[in-house]
């Protein structure tokens, strides 16, 4: 794979972590294991967030994503997305989550929000907990159809995990349809802190599409992380294969992490300290200054690089 910094013309999508906790326990992400979550005061804050949105909106920003962690764990999150639609009228915001407070956020949605996607790794109530954590998946996905009566953007995000899940791939594919939401199977990604149970579990994205007996449809656009499938039985599905068919030569993806550390790849160890320079003082020019050269110099890290990165939780980063 090509590691020279790669040029980007168009738009991009910031990838905002808003806090590292989680109230579930998903044996392959397991926040908190690898570094202490940032603390709430440490933590970006909304009159930050929207003074950073206006500049990443300069620097070509359309679309912003709130993940972590569990996003809806964070009490002022309205407040963070007003922030950046305040700063971003015309940005598309979404959130991917849990699901588990879905329901009480879909009461009163944060104007401005139009995207959700949902995190669902089996549908089975006493598998579920076992994988994930206490919730009620029937209570999920009853918010995630009532996302998409409300008229959000609606997707479901399902790692697949060999013997532990791999056997719903077809009952996924009929709640999809039932649904009309378009599911999405991810392969499971080293990030380093559950590499036993990454080995132990992976399923690859090219297993997926011969136990479906699918077919390729494309991408929805070049930057899109998921590939289309048509399954044997006409259901189109995404599937994301980051491990064994990584897209980052189309990767427009930026991230911010809960302490305000900009990156250009998932894998970047170090990251810009982009909040930290806030919170010195720094102009607006300065911060410009910091973020256009950390985007002309994105880079992929991607394990398949044999690169310099350390070991990380996905809610550390923001999956
Ligand atoms: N709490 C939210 C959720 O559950 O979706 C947002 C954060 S979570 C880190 C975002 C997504 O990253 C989830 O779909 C989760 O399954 C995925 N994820 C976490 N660790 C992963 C890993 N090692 N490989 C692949 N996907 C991972």
Request: charged content about 20%.
């Given at each position: ?30 926040p ?9 005061a ?14 990443f ?7 912003v ?7 809806l ?58 994988l ?85 449809l ?31 030569a189309?990767?427009?993806?930026l ?38 050269r ?26």
């Amino acid at each position: 794979m090509n590691t020279a910094p790669l040029s980007r013309n168009g738009s991009f999508t910031l990838r905002v972590n808003v806090g590292e906790q989680c109230q579930y326990d998903c044996g392959y992400c397991r926040p908190g294991l690898v570094r202490a979550p940032t603390g709430a005061a440490k933590r970006v804050q909304p009159t930050e967030y929207a003074r950073l949105a206006r500049l990443f909106g300069s620097l070509g920003v359309k679309k912003v994503r709130f993940t972590g962690g569990e996003p809806l764990l964070r009490p002022d999150f309205r407040e963070v997305v007003a922030a950046f639609h305040g700063a971003l009228p015309g940005a598309t915001l979404a959130l991917t989550t849990n699901g588990q407070r879905l329901e009480a956020l879909l009461d009163a949605p944060p104007p401005g929000l139009g995207a959700v996607t949902v995190h669902v790794d089996s549908l089975q109530p006493e598998r579920y907990r076992r994988l994930m954590g206490e919730g009620d998946v029937r209570a999920v996905l009853a918010s995630v159809v009532r996302a998409r009566e409300l008229g959000f953007a609606t997707k479901l995000n399902v790692v697949v995990q060999r013997g532990l899940n791999d056997d719903e791939l077809p009952d996924f594919l009929a709640w999809s349809r039932r649904a009309d939401i378009e599911v999405r199977f991810i392969e499971l990604m080293n990030t380093g802190s559950a590499s036993e149970f990454t080995r132990a579990h992976f399923f690859s994205g090219a297993e997926v599409v011969s136990r479906l007996g699918a077919t390729q449809l494309g991408r929805k656009s070049a930057a899109d992380p998921a590939c289309l499938f048509r399954a044997a039985d006409g259901t189109v599905f995404g599937l994301i294969a980051s491990d064994t068919a990584p897209f980052c030569a189309d990767c427009a993806r930026l991230r911010l992490s809960a302490d305000g550390r900009l990156r250009g790849c998932l894998y970047e160890p170090e990251g810009a300290p982009l909040i930290g320079l806030l919170r010195e003082g720094a102009s607006d020019a300065m911060l410009g200054a910091l973020m256009k050269r950390n985007v002309a110099a994105k880079q992929s890290h991607h394990p398949s690089l044999a690169l310099p990165r350390g070991q990380f939780s996905m809610a550390d980063l923001g999956g």
